[in-house]
């Protein structure tokens, strides 16, 4: 029997994204030759996740996870080629597992979590279980992005909407550990991650708001004002009332509270803060949206009809 080597296993993985065991079992059943282990992986249907490598996979879930005393938690965002597979059983717990597995071993990147040996099975690693999950779903499925939270002092919350279209990861700082379980508060991470997910903000609070962000929003502020006919003397006025509104829409803490408009999310934190004894604040989030910034194949039946008959 051929000495198989961890380099021939990883070329054969690399030829064919067939899982580490898969492709040591291959090698062993070939005799060290790569092309009879390609040969019988195939014959196993197990090098298809080959195949499917070069698809689009844009649609698929964010899935979230949060560790039971809080303190950590963590989006995903997997991906698939159909809406289909994003809502069977199988795809939905492959999604499950990943997020946990990220909480626990804390990858620096996928990079870093692709190459991470699976938290509860020694002998995968998450490539493994992409290529696995791969093949035995139909479809091409990829990591594409995660974040991962934990939280010093207070809280972290997770939403997900629409079945995995958005998900929100949020970290509240509370300085009253004996608060955390408070229902009130409960309620107001809760209601904030809502919040991200529906008004989209794109900061906590105004200081975040890069200066170069801001001084180009007043530029296109100040050429609105002037190309409406303002006088020049009033416009830079102008600007600073639009700049708030500005605020509004994109500092969470600025922005009306969804569910009661006539507050902000500012002073909706205060009223919790003055009932439960506790000094909160709204430290970070992170908002995904499933496939954004991927392009989608379009399928065109007139380019098609005019490929193949250049054929």
């Known amino acids: 029997m051929a000495n198989v080597t961890s380099q021939m296993v990883k070329e054969l993985r690399e030829m064919t ?4 065991m898969d492709c040591k079992k291959a090698l062993i059943e070939a005799d060290g030759e790569i092309e009879k282990a390609v040969e019988w992986l195939r014959e196993k249907g197990l090098a298809a996740a080959a195949k499917k490598s070069g698809r689009i996979a844009a649609e698929g879930m964010v899935d979230g996870y949060v560790s039971a005393d809080v303190k950590t938690g963590v989006i995903v965002e997997v991906n698939c080629e159909t809406d ?11 999604c499950h597992k990943i997020a946990r597995h990220i909480a626990v071993a804390n990858p620096a990147d996928v990079d870093a979590l692709l190459a991470q040996t699976f938290v509860d ?20 499925i990829s ?34 550990p004996e608060t955390y379980a408070n229902s009130e508060f409960k309620a ?3 209601d904030l991650t809502l919040q991200i997910a529906a008004a989209r903000p794109s900061f906590v609070i105004k200081s975040e708001v890069p200066t170069d962000k801001l001084d180009k929003e ?8 002037l190309n409406e006919g303002k006088p020049e003397k009033i416009v830079d006025k102008m600007v600073e009332g639009r700049i708030d509104k500005y605020y509004k829409e994109v500092c969470l803490i600025e922005q009306p509270f969804v569910k009661d408009p006539d507050k902000t999310v500012a002073q909706y934190t205060d009223e919790v803060a003055k009932a439960i004894g506790a000094t909160i604040t709204p430290v970070k989030f992170e908002r995904y949206e499933r496939g954004e910034g ?3 194949r379009q399928e065109n039946l007139a380019d098609e009809i005019a490929k193949m008959q250049q054929k």
């Open 17 to 20: 994204q067939a899982g580490m």
């Open 84 to 94: 289909f597979v994003a809502d069977t059983e199988n795809f939905k717990n492959f």
């Open 121 to 140: 099975d020694s002998t995968k690693t998450i490539t493994d279980m992409v290529s696995d999950a791969t093949v035995a779903i139909g479809e091409k």
């Open 143 to 176: 990591i594409r992005r995660f974040t991962r939270y934990e939280a010093k002092n207070g809280v972290v919350e997770t939403y997900i909407h629409m079945g995995g279209k958005i998900g929100v990861l949020l970290e509240v700082a509370n300085d009253k």
């Open 188 to 190: 107001y991470y809760h």
């Open 218 to 225: 007043k530029e296109i502020l100040r050429a609105q004002a």
């Open 294 to 296: 991927i392009e989608k």
